[in-house]
């Protein structure tokens, strides 16, 4: 079975630009949940999506926000792009069903760098 | 507001001997959900396990253990025998019940780097 893809691996940007993330979930997994990880805050939850609905958000500006496609994709966008937006960005899936046992799956994420 | 704290930051030890990493965390929750990843360089969170707070028992799994203890709101990662390939950098999460299963928003500790000498 196919684990999380995050795509692209690598980016660099400029400042002031803007970025689109792709994560893929495992087939059949309906939650995707956005995190970035930096060196300085550690691992930061940004947002959660199920069936293409926003449930949760971490406190992040305006400026990141995301979406979720009807056969569970998910993109992340951040606008306006700061020095400080660099980072690993995870993506994280899971199943979401009662009376499975699962857990969260992570991709390997996307490292962004802004120049 | 939820918080997790691994005061350890970086941890050598040589190999085969047993190491614990440290996990205390805080919530307001009576509900609430404890879990333990390896990030090994390549940069995925590796699930390790997951603790409902309802589920005291300590667990083992190999060479892994696992003490929650509610009354000091600890959860220490417990690697027997340790070997190179334990070498990562080691995350305790809690996450609110959203669902069942909690994997949704995760509060992450700052992680330990834990290396082992061969």
């Known amino acids: 079975k196919a684990g999380v893809t995050q795509t692209p691996r690598y980016l660099i940007k400029t400042r002031g630009q803007q970025v689109t993330l792709s994560c893929s979930p495992i087939s059949g997994h309906r939650s995707v949940s956005w995190y970035q990880q930096t060196p300085g805050q550690g691992l930061q939850f940004l947002f959660e999506?199920?069936?293409?609905?926003?449930?949760n958000k971490g406190n992040f500006p305006g400026r990141f926000s995301g979406r979720q496609f009807s056969n569970s994709r998910s993109e992340m966008n951040v606008s306006t792009l700061e020095l400080g937006d660099s980072a690993l960005y995870l993506c994280?899936?899971?199943?979401?069903?009662?009376?499975?046992?699962?857990?969260?799956?992570f991709g390997q994420g996307t490292r962004l760098t802004v120049v | 507001a939820q918080k997790v704290t691994q005061a350890q930051t970086e941890i050598s030890v040589v190999e085969k001997e047993d190491v614990t990493l440290d996990c205390v965390y805080e919530t307001r929750d009576t509900t609430y959900y404890l879990f333990w990843y390896k990030q090994p360089p390549s940069g995925e969170l590796v699930f390790l396990i997951r603790r409902n707070s309802f589920d005291e028992q300590n667990e083992i799994s190999g060479r892994y253990s696992w003490n929650f203890q509610k009354s000091t709101s600890s959860f220490n990662f417990t690697i027997t025998a340790s070997q190179v390939v334990d070498s990562a950098v080691y995350f305790c999460?809690?996450?609110?019940?959203?669902?069942?299963?909690?994997?949704?928003?995760?509060?992450f500790g700052t992680g330990t780097r834990l290396t082992i000498i061969p």
């Open positions: 994280a899936s899971s199943l979401i069903n009662t009376g499975q046992n699962t857990e969260a799956f």
């Open positions: 999506y199920f069936s293409e609905t926003q449930r």
């Open positions: 999460a809690l996450s609110e019940a959203i669902s069942n299963f909690g994997n949704e928003k995760l509060t």
